[in-house]
């Protein structure tokens, strides 16, 4: 595929024959930016979207899921268009927010599918709201105790987060690439529109201070005040899939297989050819398999 034929394609793709509602809504005190579409009388799927991103992380999911579910995304505090409070962002305030988000629409029954940060979200969302969750999708685990960390590791993470902070420094196209190559590994599939929308994200007023918070949230202490136990694995009682990326030999395959070894009956899912965002850079098979253990 040419640069040309690449930049071309854009997010309204995904979106532009779909019926959906577009909105604001008081998230537990957050005013949260979301997308609805699908079935009004059908099952329940709220997707929880990663860090730094958007509810548009799953946009080459919404359409297909929205066809048998009534489907929401929304913006984490702190990312997107939702409010961004000047305080650091734990994974506590998020599900709090989920907690209000769900409360606020009157969803009595939801099925969880979440990437990255937004699996653990949601998954110590299932812990502490049982009976409100049906099933439970993680793709790309995080949120566990980092056991055994070596110097190295420490210091890629440290990299890592530095790069993250300084593409909202004058954000540009570039430095959005650079933020997608951690996401996305083939250059083909970060289409321009993804990169520009995350640039006019990005160029909002005091941006530089909300990453700040938003990086803050997941620093020692906030971390392992917030870290999925062994304990809170194993008392999910709630059907749940792990969706693995065995060809990215990172950090999040190794708590997806400390997820898989804890949570009871897990069904256990294997994705190839993505590395961080299975959702999108593998999105029929991510699709099929959820929609369908959704369904069973």
């Given at each position: 595929?040419?640069?040309?034929?690449?930049?071309?394609?854009?997010?309204?793709?995904?979106?532009?024959?779909?019926?959906?509602?577009?909105?604001?809504?008081?998230?537990?005190?957050?005013?949260?930016?979301y997308?609805?579409?699908?079935?009004?009388?059908?099952p329940?799927?709220?997707?929880?979207h990663?860090?730094?991103?958007?509810?548009?992380?799953f946009?080459?999911?919404?359409?297909?899921f929205?066809?048998?579910?009534?489907?929401?995304?929304?913006?984490?505090?702190?990312h997107?268009?939702?409010?961004k409070?000047?305080?650091?962002?734990?994974?506590?305030?998020?599900?709090?927010?989920?907690?209000?988000?769900?409360?606020?629409?009157?969803?009595?029954?939801?099925?969880?599918f979440?990437?990255?940060?937004?699996?653990?979200?949601?998954?110590?969302?299932?812990?502490?709201?049982?009976?409100?969750?049906?099933?439970?999708?993680?793709?790309?685990?995080?949120?566990?105790?980092?056991?055994?960390?070596?110097?190295?590791?420490?210091?890629?993470?440290?990299?890592?987060?530095?790069?993250?902070?300084?593409?909202?420094?004058?954000p540009?196209?570039?430095?959005?690439?650079?933020?997608f190559s951690q996401?996305?590994?083939?250059?083909?599939?970060?289409?321009?529109?993804?990169?520009?929308?995350?640039?006019?994200?990005?160029?909002q007023?005091?941006?530089?201070?909300?990453?700040?918070n938003?990086f803050?949230?997941?620093?020692?202490?906030?971390?392992?005040e917030?870290?999925?136990?062994?304990?809170?694995l194993?008392?999910?009682?709630r059907?749940?899939?792990?969706?693995?990326c065995?060809?990215?030999?990172?950090?999040?395959?190794?708590?997806?297989?400390?997820?898989?070894?804890?949570?009871?009956?897990?069904?256990?899912?294997?994705?190839?050819?993505?590395?961080?965002?299975?959702?999108?850079?593998t999105?029929?098979q991510?699709?099929?398999a959820?929609?369908?253990f959704?369904?069973?």
């Amino acid at each position: 595929m040419s640069n040309a034929e690449r930049d071309l394609r854009s997010i309204w793709a995904f979106l532009d024959r779909l019926a959906f509602t577009h909105g604001y809504v008081d998230a537990a005190g957050t005013k949260t930016r979301y997308v609805n579409a699908g079935p009004k009388d059908a099952p329940v799927v709220v997707m929880v979207h990663g860090m730094g991103g958007t509810w548009e992380n799953f946009i080459a999911n919404f359409a297909e899921f929205s066809k048998s579910f009534n489907t929401y995304a929304f913006d984490l505090k702190g990312h997107g268009y939702s409010d961004k409070p000047d305080e650091p962002y734990a994974v506590s305030g998020y599900v709090e927010q989920l907690e209000g988000f769900v409360k606020a629409l009157g969803l009595t029954k939801i099925h969880l599918f979440g990437l990255s940060i937004g699996g653990w979200i949601s998954t110590k969302f299932t812990v502490r709201n049982p009976g409100l969750v049906e099933k439970l999708i993680v793709m790309s685990a995080w949120g566990r105790l980092r056991l055994n960390e070596t110097e190295e590791e420490r210091q890629n993470g440290m990299q890592f987060l530095a790069q993250r902070a300084k593409s909202v420094e004058n954000p540009s196209l570039e430095k959005m690439d650079k933020v997608f190559s951690q996401l996305i590994a083939d250059p083909e599939q970060r289409m321009l529109d993804l990169l520009t929308l995350r640039m006019r994200v990005y160029s909002q007023p005091n941006m530089v201070r909300t990453m700040e918070n938003v990086f803050a949230g997941i620093m020692p202490p906030l971390w392992e005040e917030n870290v999925l136990t062994d304990e809170e694995l194993k008392s999910i009682s709630r059907p749940t899939m792990i969706i693995a990326c065995p060809d990215s030999e990172d950090e999040f395959l190794v708590m997806a297989h400390q997820y898989r070894s804890l949570i009871p009956d897990v069904e256990w899912c294997e994705v190839f050819g993505a590395s961080h965002w299975p959702q999108w850079e593998t999105a029929d098979q991510v699709n099929a398999a959820s929609i369908e253990f959704l369904k069973g």
